[in-house]
């Protein structure tokens, strides 16, 4: 089969490589789309170490249908089409191996690149706004609303019938985002403060040296989840805001996704699949690459061009 494989120098070069074979409590999945993430990009630059290096496959989450199961699975998965979940790398490939418990099934009539779109980033948007429990009627900011997560984040909040405010770089990203649900649009590159204004909900994907200022704005009651740090780690002064307004009771959460368990990754997708199929939650793809693109792919998203999903497509 043809694979993307990391080369010593850390470029990313097409080659043979031997079909993988599903191990106990394995799948394996025909990729018909893989998800192309900064996660890669760091991963060949050695700055992941679940990657392993020369000659190991990039690629976090493919979609594709089961042609194989290893010892302890089900047979019954074989011919299913599925988001696979890949935390120790393998989807930029024609065929991948997943454990069974990470994968989920997807419609039959769905786009793959449009599943693989929403993928991780709708199980990290969703779970997040679940934990915080998320109501109609409040308002929810979203911090990094122009990234994978955030997008999903501001489509999910808004489908649960909150008002949101997405932060983007961007007045032609905020429409976007407009169009995806967003009420209010704040363009990060003008404001670095939002007076005035006060959220029952900040999910936050950028973290960084502005947290403490996006902390000061949750309202009595209110909940702010960190889910990712795009914009750097904070330092621990960011964090004085919590106690100075203890009489208001904020609370603060850390959510990733390595710490769910399997079944509950399952429910958030069912939740995700049905948010997509009664048209409240939409698949945002950059672009398409072909396999031997992927150099041109990974570029595009180190470069923090893309709107929505980079994705490869190897059949
Ligand atoms: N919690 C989890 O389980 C989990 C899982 C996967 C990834 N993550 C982490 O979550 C974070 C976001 O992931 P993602 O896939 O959504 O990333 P992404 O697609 O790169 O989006 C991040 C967005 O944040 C904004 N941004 C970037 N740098 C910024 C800065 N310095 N200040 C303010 N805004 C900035 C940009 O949007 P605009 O330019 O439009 O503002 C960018 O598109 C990453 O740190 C990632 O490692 C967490």
């Given amino acids: 089969m043809k694979a993307v494989i990391a080369t010593s120098s850390g470029d990313p070069a097409i080659a043979d490589a031997p079909e993988p074979s599903p191990a106990p409590g394995q799948v394996r999945v025909d990729v018909e789309a893989a998800g192309v993430g900064y996660v890669d990009v760091m991963a ?31 047979e019954g998965l074989v011919g299913q089409r599925v988001l696979a979940l890949l935390p120790g790398f393998g989807a930029f ?70 008002e949101v405010t997405a932060v983007t770089s961007s007045a032609a990203r ?16 003008k404001a670095s403060t939002l007076p005035g204004t006060a959220y029952d909900i900040v999910v936050d994907t950028v973290a960084g040296p502005e947290l403490g200022k996006h902390l000061e704005l949750l309202r009595p009651n209110g909940r702010y989840v960190i889910c990712g740090a795009a914009g750097g780690l904070p330092d621990t002064e960011s964090f004085a805001p919590l106690l100075r307004n203890f009489h208001t009771s904020p609370s603060l959460y850390a959510f990733s996704l390595n710490s769910v368990a399997p ?53």
């Fill in 263 to 315: 079944e509950d990754m399952q429910g958030s997708w069912k939740r995700v699949m049905a948010l997509l199929d009664e048209g409240r939650v939409s698949a945002v793809v950059d672009r398409g690459f072909a396999l031997a693109e992927a150099e041109d792919a990974l570029r595009r998203v180190a470069a923090g061009k893309a709107f929505g999903k980079v994705v490869l497509l190897p059949r």
């Fill in 44 to 74: 060949l630059r050695g700055e992941y170490p679940a990657f392993t290096g020369a000659g190991a496959v990039p690629g976090v989450e493919a979609v594709g249908q089961v042609t194989a199961v290893g010892q302890d699975v089900s």
């Fill in 93 to 162: 490939a024609e065929t991948a191996v997943a454990d069974a418990e990470l994968v989920f099934p997807v419609p039959l009539g769905a786009q793959a690149a449009d599943v693989v779109a929403i993928g991780v980033n709708a199980l990290v948007a969703e779970l997040a706004l679940h934990r915080v429990g998320a109501a109609v009627g409040e308002r929810v900011l979203v911090r990094g609303a122009g990234g994978g997560i955030g997008m999903l984040a501001t489509q999910i909040a808004r489908a649960r019938g909150a």
């Fill in 174 to 189: 905020g429409e976007r985002l407009r169009a995806l649900g967003a009420s209010h649009i704040v363009d990060r590159t």
